[in-house]
């Protein structure tokens, strides 16, 4: 596992999309990508565990497995504010938090950019 590990404190990054066989029986899942990240995460979960999204359309479509599987679901809504924005411009200026950009489009590519498939990364659009 050491070759999947960082130096910013032993996090994983998503460098291997199929994380499922790097870990198992955990107890808090917290989804931020969406796709079927949500579903994969389902498998690494005990029961009696917990998958927490911060995407609203995440929780309705695993309802059934996951009562199968006595995990809870719960959804998670964060609102932007001045100093939390700040607080991650800062993290993102010393390097500790980095975007995973998956294409740069032109702003008259902006339909193709919408339409880009989500998973580990985002699109954006590059205005110079």
Same mark, same amino acid.
């Given at each position: 596992? @050491?070759?999947? =590990?960082? =130096? ?16 198992? %029986?955990? %107890? =808090?899942?917290? !989804?931020?990508? $969406? ?10 979960? &005990?029961? $009696? ?7 609203? @359309? ?5 309802? *059934?497995?996951?009562? !199968? ?9 964060? !609102? ?5 924005? *700040? ?6 200026? +010393? ?6 950009? *998956?294409?740069?489009?032109?702003? %008259?590519?902006?339909? *193709?950019?919408? @339409? +880009? &498939?989500?998973?580990?990364? &985002?699109?954006?659009? =590059?205005?110079?």
């Amino acid at each position: 596992m @050491s070759n999947h =590990t960082d =130096t910013l404190g032993g996090r994983l990054p998503l460098a291997d999309p199929d994380f499922t066989h790097l870990v198992g %029986d955990v %107890d =808090t899942v917290v !989804e931020v990508i $969406g796709g079927d990240y949500p579903a994969r995460a389902l498998n690494i979960l &005990k029961p $009696g565990a917990i998958l927490v999204s911060t995407l609203p @359309s995440t929780p309705a479509p695993l309802k *059934t497995d996951a009562i !199968e599987r006595n995990i809870r679901l719960a959804g998670l809504l964060v !609102e932007a504010d001045q100093p939390g924005m *700040t607080a991650l411009a800062d993290l993102a200026r +010393t390097s500790w938090l980095m975007p995973n950009i *998956t294409a740069a489009f032109l702003p %008259d590519q902006v339909a *193709t950019a919408h @339409s +880009t &498939k989500s998973g580990p990364g &985002k699109p954006v659009l =590059t205005l110079v």
